[in-house]
């Protein structure tokens, strides 16, 4: 009996995963044991096809694989490797192999069947868990060693066949493949805030929202900027820590998507489409399910264009990681858990034709059908909203040569930088960075309650604006004065934080 590691996934944890194998007597037959699914019962026959294929010999006789811990749901490609070289052990196919080559290693790749090595998904988590767990090399797909050089704190071999691990468990050296480092294609032309023109006041409120990571709603006629500005969002954020970044190229590598070689410090940005299913958002599929869109933009900007076009299911669902930045996907094998702590970006029409409240524009929906768009909109999704701003039609022509220039993102990024340093000393030793993120009972009793309440007391009292919504009043009120560069809200910050609450006309 022989046996070797590899690394089960449940969201970003992983689990060690011992795979065993037993040759003995009886009718000649392969059996993989230890709830597998469908992919991995498969891998048997991959694996014996690949032993075959590098000129060595698959077991004529019973073959039992055990995948231990057994009461832990598997699935997947990437266990190919591991269940192929147990075989081997097992038998001694591979000749004068060593066992104790592999010390702590874990081992990770699907096999085709002439005994190449290819890529797998979820490679940058499961090498994060290994080295959580104390693993000290891995054995991994060549075409993916630049994603796997990310991790510190591991020796990672990078094999192009299978005749590359039996080479490595003889004792030969192992031959390293010339990293291919990916080049990026040309870059886009960067988006930048000065592309926007005119919309001062909505400019101001993209920095505010920037500043403190707050959650904003905009909505207008069509064609005043809504997307433009949403999208220029990111330019206005600051880069990300590596720890970060390397938590948002896992949670890409969860999803099978490409993954650079080397970290991407900057916020992550993503937009379904308004008919994206509930799944694709907030993430799911069968058994162990795949990060959705709201785990994508974990650490950067989930907009949502077109807001009330979207599904209800998929609107709701967003209420528990407005709040608690993650996402809990429940499963029959167990629960998966996503981080997605993302700053959310609505864009909405006043209607469908879009021309209710645009002057001089004729409107052509029924008042019960503005009602039922509005609707879409529940008041729990909206009340979890920090900043809510409509924004004005254009008076002017964009073709005016007299209108104000107005300011490069590279500018307003550093005011914005300013204010997060700010955030992070007042903050520093709570857990929290950004305004954002405080709850509203660390601001009553651990900070200064500022002038001005009163205006929010009077709210409350008529039940327009609920607890929760004088808690956001509050940290959108400490990040004006961040911006600002006061040490406590002032009267005209808490009043300006008001209307930027309320939206100005109303949804």
């Known amino acids: 009996m022989s046996a070797v590691c590899s690394v089960a996934l449940m969201g970003l944890v992983g689990h060690v995963v011992e795979i065993e194998a037993w040759v003995g007597g009886g009718h000649p037959r392969t059996q993989l044991v230890g709830l597998p699914d469908a992919a991995l019962s498969e891998s048997q026959h991959r694996c014996r096809a ?37 075989v081997l052990l097992a038998t001694r196919a591979g000749g004068d192999v060593r066992p104790e080559a592999l010390g702590r290693t874990v081992l990770l790749g699907e096999l085709g069947l002439d005994g190449r090595v290819r890529p797998v998904r979820g490679l940058l988590p499961a090498l994060l868990s290994a080295v959580e767990h104390g693993f000290e090399q891995a054995v991994v797909p060549a075409a993916q060693l630049g994603e796997a050089n990310l991790v510190r704190g591991i020796t990672v071999w990078g094999v192009e066949t299978l005749l590359d691990v039996v080479g490595l468990l003889r004792g030969e050296p192992v031959h390293v493949p010339a990293q291919r480092r990916s080049e990026p294609p040309d870059p886009p032309r960067r988006l930048d805030l000065l592309d926007v023109v005119g919309q001062a006041h ?253 205006v929010l007391d009077e709210a409350s009292r008529r039940g327009t604006l609920s607890a929760r919504g004088i808690d956001k009043v509050l940290k959108v009120s400490w990040t004006l004065a961040d911006l600002d560069g006061v040490d406590v809200p002032t009267r005209d910050h808490v009043h300006e934080a008001f209307q930027l609450r309320r939206g100005e006309g109303g949804w």
Request: charged share 20%.
């Open 50 to 86: 690949a032993v075959s294929s590098c000129n060595m010999e698959w077991p004529d006789r019973l073959v039992t694989i055990n995948l231990t811990p057994a009461s832990l749901p598997k699935g997947g490609s990437h266990y190919d490797l591991g269940v192929a070289v147990a």
């Open 202 to 454: 909505a400019k101001r409120v993209l920095e505010v929202a920037a500043a403190g990571r707050h959650h904003l709603f905009l909505y207008g006629p069509p064609g005043v900027g809504k997307t433009m500005l949403a999208e220029r969002l990111p330019t206005i954020l600051p880069d990300l820590t590596d720890a970060e970044a390397l938590e948002v190229m896992a949670l890409r590598s969860l999803a099978d998507q490409e993954v650079a070689d080397r970290l991407d410090l900057r916020p992550p940005y993503a937009a379904p489409h308004h008919s994206a299913s509930a799944p694709s958002v907030v993430g799911g599929g069968p058994r162990l399910a795949k990060p959705g869109a709201v785990s994508l933009a974990h650490r950067g900007v989930l907009f949502l264009d077109e807001a009330p076009e979207f599904q209800t299911t998929v609107l709701e669902s967003l209420r528990v990681p407005l709040e608690r930045g993650e996402i809990v996907l429940s499963r029959s094998e167990g629960p998966v858990t996503y981080p997605a702590r993302f700053q959310l970006v609505l864009a909405a029409n006043p209607c469908p034709c879009g021309n209710a409240t645009t002057p001089g524009a004729e409107c052509t929906c029924t008042p019960t059908a503005i009602r039922r768009y509005s609707a879409r909109l529940s008041g729990p999704v909206l009340d979890r909203i920090d900043l809510q701003y409509r924004l004005p039609p254009m008076t002017r022509s964009i073709l005016a040569r007299d209108l104000p220039p107005g300011e490069t993102s590279a500018v307003v990024l550093e005011r914005v930088v300013a204010a997060r340093d700010r955030q992070a000393a007042r903050l520093r030793g709570t857990g929290w960075r950004t305004n954002g993120e405080v709850t509203g009972s660390f601001l009553r009793r651990h900070q200064p309650i500022p002038d001005g309440t009163e």
